[in-house]
């Protein structure tokens, strides 16, 4: 899909780009394409980023998430790359702090079957160490003196997420891009005969552009479906817990199974997070809520000394096989998708963004797309 000379669109010599869903994929899409000259709109049902990209830890976590080698860990190792310069220059642009840290991940056992699961990933996992339980107290002394030991991922850093969404949308509105809040697609508009998109139906009536990329999280189905291609994805729900001690507990991010505690600049720290397929439901659940806490407490005892802040729940992006989809499909000309990065789009935003990029001005892709391809779908399908 080349289309960086189109000279149709009313900006004149700019192509125009509409975005719909302006959480941090969208956002980041929109501020690549803006650096590529597209005059973008980013169209979002809500406010900006007030769905999963907000309820999340921040972790950029490439190699505690990942459980098996292959080109989704490393698209994760790419982003994580990129992550440091790509925040040092959005804190510039919009003057707001992403409070990055880089104290790392400790992966915990705290089972013995646990203690074998980690041991494997040793055999492929690029930045890691195997720390034994008095090593993992010297480096956190708070931790429960029941564990077994575990990884030490240094390079898994961390950033604050609700500031990178003010980053990014602070970054865009410099960049002249407009936004249109509180605006749902209600569905895309196709060309007859070709399936090219020509843009998207909205609650305030047409809006064209000439290409139109799809950053729906979890919603993204829902306006697939009538063009012909149902992406198995689903919203699959993260609650959270906010707490705050009056002195440190630790530094590193902490992670076990089930649960992990992450620490914030401002002194509080997040654990999380549930997971439930459940649709599109964030009511929070006492029970889960309390199941959340007794796990965070039975690594870290003194989370018994901490404050109770707030809890939240966010609906992440999953897709059947828990890889994303991102890229163009031949059945719908001017139209990219970036969707579906589950438990890892804060730590894939820079990535997706610079791959579609890419991807609209027909440039070679930093990764091969093929694994994230829509049209696999189809395949699945015809396999089954
Ligand atoms: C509890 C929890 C913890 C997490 N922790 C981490 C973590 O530590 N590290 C990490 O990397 N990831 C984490 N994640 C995952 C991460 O938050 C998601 O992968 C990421 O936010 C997905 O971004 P997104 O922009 O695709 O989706 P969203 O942030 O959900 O954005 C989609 C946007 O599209 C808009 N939209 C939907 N439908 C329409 C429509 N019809 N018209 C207009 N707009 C529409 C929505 O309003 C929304 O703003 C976590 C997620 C949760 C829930």
Redesign the pocket.
Known sequence: MTIQNKQTSAAGTHPTALI?????????AAYELGKAGFRCTV???????????????????AQV?THQPGPFYEMCRASLRMYRDWTDELEQVSGISVQYRTEGILRAALTAEDEQELRGRLAWIQEAAWLGPDEMLRLEPALSPAIRGGLHLPADH?VQ?VSLAAALKAALVNQGCLLREW????RLLTEPGTGRVAG?Q?SEGPLYADLTVL??????P??TEPIGLPLPMFP?????IAVRTDAPLIRSTVFTKGC?I?PKLDGSY?I???QLEAGFDKRLHTQTIAELYAKAAELLPRMAEAEFVRT??????GTRDALPFLGAWDGAPGLLL????????????PVTGRLVKQAALGEQPLLDLTPYAPSRVFRAAATI
Do not use: H
């Open positions: 719909i869903g302006g959480g941090v994929i969208g956002c980041a169209l979002d049902k809500g406010g900006l980023a007030e769905e999963a990209s907000t309820a999340a830890a921040g972790m950029l976590g998430e961390q997420p605006t749902p697609a209600i998207v909205t950053a729906a999280g979890a919603w993204t829902g306006l699959v729900k993260g609650q959270c992990y992450v997040i999380g997070a549930s939240w729940a966010g609906l992440r992006p970036a969707t579906g990065q589950f438990r890892n789009g804060i730590l894939l935003a």
